[in-house]
């Protein structure tokens, strides 16, 4: 288990993940992280035969706060067709659509999409029954926010150690919960016919 609080910066980041190198990770394929300040960068430094996948429900969320409120529900609506495609191909058709319709009214917002496409579109190149796994951070923040409110309950910690034990025993039992649900789609892999499409292990 690792823990890190440190600023999003490139050297931090790049420090985490020298440390995930160190401690054995060697088959790495995928990060799926917000677009955080030099993640992408890092990455591709220490581990480049990985793929980045930003994500999506922070990038929808981001760009339905910057429309007017008139707008949202018919933008939501086009964004969902990106993201919502069966294929690559068709969800370029679909930001093709988002730039006709809303470029204008809202060019930064459009640009991110054009410009950060394939890193919000990675989660594709893998089957579809395990992209809703693939293209958000929502299980991180879920424990983020069991780590905060099983710790928020203790008014004074005796020192670090304290703190660091119960963070510990929160993952240890989360980690439990985990190994013991069956993830949809998964089979899928272990059939092998998620590798014949082209992925290794």
């Not at 409120?69 to 988002?98: G, I």
Request: aromatic share 8%; glycine share 4%; charged share 35%.
């Amino acid at each position: 288990m690792a823990v890190w609080c440190r600023g999003r910066v490139v050297p931090e980041l790049e420090r985490g993940d020298g440390e995930l190198w160190e401690r054995g990770v060697r088959r790495e394929k995928l990060f799926i992280s917000d677009d955080l300040s030099g993640i992408e960068e890092a990455v591709r430094e220490i581990f480049p035969s990985a793929k980045w996948q930003m994500c999506l429900v922070h990038t929808v969320r981001d760009s339905l706060s910057k429309a007017r409120k008139a707008d949202r529900d018919e933008l939501a609506e086009d964004l969902k067709a990106v993201y919502r495609a069966d294929t690559v191909e068709q969800a370029h058709d679909a930001l093709k659509v988002l730039e006709e319709r809303w470029a204008g009214r809202y060019p930064d917002l459009v640009a991110k999409w054009l410009r950060k496409s394939y890193a919000l579109l990675e989660f594709m190149s893998h089957p579809k029954a395990i992209r809703p796994y693939l293209y958000t951070t929502n299980q991180l923040e879920r424990l983020m926010k069991e780590l905060k409110r099983r710790t928020k309950v203790v008014e004074v910690f005796c020192g670090p150690e304290a703190l660091e034990k119960l963070v510990y025993l929160v993952l240890v039992e989360q980690n439990e919960r985990f190994l013991r649900r069956r993830l949809k789609g998964f089979a899928e892999i272990q059939t092998g016919s998620y590798h014949a499409a082209g992925h290794t292990q």
